[in-house]
């Protein structure tokens, strides 16, 4: 038995970094009781080569956390590991986070709530006028399902963080103590869920053999994108990544990313100043709107799910996925390079455009 402070000893003559990276010092929840597959995609791989020019393309290989934990588990499930264990410290009974109508992040951050005995209550965003309904399909049905204490919805462009720190207010009056999780579970302690993916991406990288080159990753509230660069960064893997905007464009959208990386690297205690040039996003296959479903989005969602049988969303990994099939085309990777798509789940929301995704309902091109 060797006494706990063993862990961060230094007489092995590591670097310190390395004891920084140990993330075991922050608290943490599991809801995924195993790593998630890392895969290659042959048949998208090769379908893929034959609509670039000159029949070639890249090896695309999957990390499928899609099937994370609090299932139909994604992204989220990672960053509430760190949040929630954050909320339970601090003594609260009641998690309030925000998001759009069809809201992952809603819906898992519920079905962590109800795994650990606490209520759960929203604001929801309605970013597109008329897009919200009590009675809708997918993530909006699993709510009621698992029993959000309540909903307040607020029009587009209202101040979220505000509008929660309200529903706090209102639950402190009550004798309550809530922890507000912020959208899309994106800050520093979020973001130590992609520093966690990042190593564990380091271990199968090392066991299976496998060399990847490029990372491709959706970037939305960012706390993916950003904690995986400043895990990536902190680890020494050097591999680039490039995030593909899901609502913004590159000038809005890396600001944004590189704000995120730095505050986890801060709370990680790199020292470390994440370098601008290392934040890389591409634009426009979110358009013409966030969650607005669009022609690329649904040839990605169809030629994965029938070279692979692997589901991806019209929200998120639609979109993302039609940007990594875009730059193949556009000559972006090399031939021989190994890219990896980080599947990032909400199957759900598939549910909710089931006629779009078919091509029976046009969409925009
Ligand atoms: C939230 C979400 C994203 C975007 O991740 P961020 O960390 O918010 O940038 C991507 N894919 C899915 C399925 C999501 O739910």
Known sequence: MHPAGMRHNAGFGFPPETSRMDLSR?????????????????????ALAASCPGGKGPQVWIKRDDMLGLFPGG???????????????KGAD????CGAPQSNHCRITLAAA????????F?????????????????????????VEAIT???AGSNMAAAMQAVADALAGEGRKAYIVPGGGSNAVGGLGYVACAQELQQQFFDQGVQIDRVVVGSGSSGTHGGLLAGFLGNNIHIPIVGIGVSRDPADQDPL?????QAVADLLGLGMTIPREKVVSVGGYWQPKYSIPNAK??????????TEAILLDPVYTGKIMAGLIGLAREGFFRPDENVLFLHTGGLPSLHAYEREVLGDTPVTS
């Open 26 to 46: 922050f608290p943490r929840r599991r809801y995924t009781s195993f790593v998630t597959p890392l895969e290659p995609l042959p048949r998208f791989t090769q």
């Open 75 to 89: 992204n989220k499930t990672r960053k509430l590991e760190f949040l929630v264990a954050d909320a339970l410290a």
């Open 94 to 97: 009641t998690l309030v986070t």
């Open 114 to 121: 109800v795994t650990e005995g606490l209520k759960c209550r």
């Open 123 to 147: 604001v929801i965003e309605e970013r597109v006028p008329g897009t919200y309904s009590e009675t809708a399909s997918g993530n909006n049905f699993m709510f009621h399902l698992m029993g």
């Open 153 to 155: 919805v607020v029009p």
């Open 257 to 261: 990313v590189h704000k995120e990386a």
């Open 297 to 306: 989005m649904v040839e990605a969602v169809q030629m994965l799910a029938r």
